[in-house]
């Protein structure tokens, strides 16, 4: 079952909907305002014993409009960019 939230946020609709992508991850939300969008997924699974930190991973992607893709050429399993990793971390 899929729901959208929609309010006005500084000039522009900010949309937040859920259900639609990701069905299998643990939960997922995608959040648009204006021509951004985001897509956040969480997942978690039992503690392993003798672990006494929280792993967390992050990945970023930026996407770009196809014209301005095609400008860079880039490949789909290449390593990410510097700026890339920066965010993630």
């Known amino acids: 079952m899929s729901q959208t ?3 006005e946020f500084a000039g522009r609709t900010l949309t937040i ?3 639609k992508m990701a ?3 643990g939960g997922a939300v995608t959040v648009r305002f204006g021509d951004t969008m985001v897509l956040g997924t969480a997942n978690r699974s039992d503690p392993r014993p003798g672990l006494d930190f929280f792993p967390l991973t992050v990945e970023f992607e930026s996407v770009c409009t196809p014209r301005a893709r ?3 050429l880039i490949k789909r399993e290449s390593r990410p960019s510097e700026q890339a990793i920066l965010a993630c971390r």
């Open 5 to 7: 939230f929609e309010t």
């Open 17 to 19: 909907e859920t259900g």
């Open 23 to 25: 069905l299998l991850a």
């Open 70 to 72: 095609s400008r860079r």
